[in-house]
């Protein structure tokens, strides 16, 4: 396996563990099964395209902080990896159903909340030298796949598996940030 594939796949299974945490969560609200497929559509278009807009944001920061870029981009792995170990889990229950429900602009709304990971994303993918497109489609099809698994796992988990994933998830994205920020210091094998 290439250094491009292993850095890739280190990338996408963090956010399939949000993902998925997500999903669980909703599966165990009992979605009708067109609903679970709308959800899936718009988590998987967003979380496809939120790297990329990530990425722009990235280049543009890029150009503006100069050699602070790396740095920013560092940041932000281990900030959202915090964020996803770390969160309140207060209204969770609230939340979900607004989220099960919503259609239109709502829907728009839910599909940028869960792809701000994905966002954070984008800011590292020309950091760590992985193919754009292939990490895009790759994200896309994760992500529709990874929530389809956890709407249907979600029905019979308990909410601690469902904090569980999400916690990994965040473990995961802050050691890839401390693995990118170690490789600004010492040359590693990837």
């Keep these: 396996m290439t250094q491009q594939m292993i850095r890739l796949l280190a990338l996408i299974l963090p956010l399939a563990a949000d993902t ?113 497109v292939a990490a895009l489609i790759l994200i896309a099809v994760q992500a529709f796949a990874i929530s389809q698994v956890g709407f249907v796992v979600g029905t019979r988990v308990s909410e601690s598996i469902r904090e569980g994933a999400e916690r990994f998830a965040g473990l995961a994205l802050m050691a890839i940030g401390g693995f990118v920020l170690l490789g600004k210091f010492v040359p590693l094998p990837l």
Aim: charged share 15%; proline share 2%; net charge neutral.
């Design 20 to 132: 998925f945490a997500v999903s669980a969560a909703l599966g165990m609200l009992r979605l009708a099964r067109g609903r679970r497929v709308a959800l899936s559509l718009t988590f998987a278009a967003f979380e496809g395209g939120m790297p990329l807009v990530g990425l722009a944001l990235g280049v543009f920061l890029g150009r503006l902080i100069g050699n602070l870029a790396d740095d920013v981009a560092i940041a932000a792995l281990i900030g959202l990896g915090a964020y996803l170990l770390f969160q309140n889990e207060e209204n969770e229950g609230v939340r979900l159903e607004r989220l099960a429900r919503s259609n239109g602009v709502a829907m728009l709304g839910a599909g940028v909340a869960v792809s701000l990971d994905e966002l954070a994303i984008g800011f590292t993918v020309g950091l760590l030298g992985v193919p754009i």
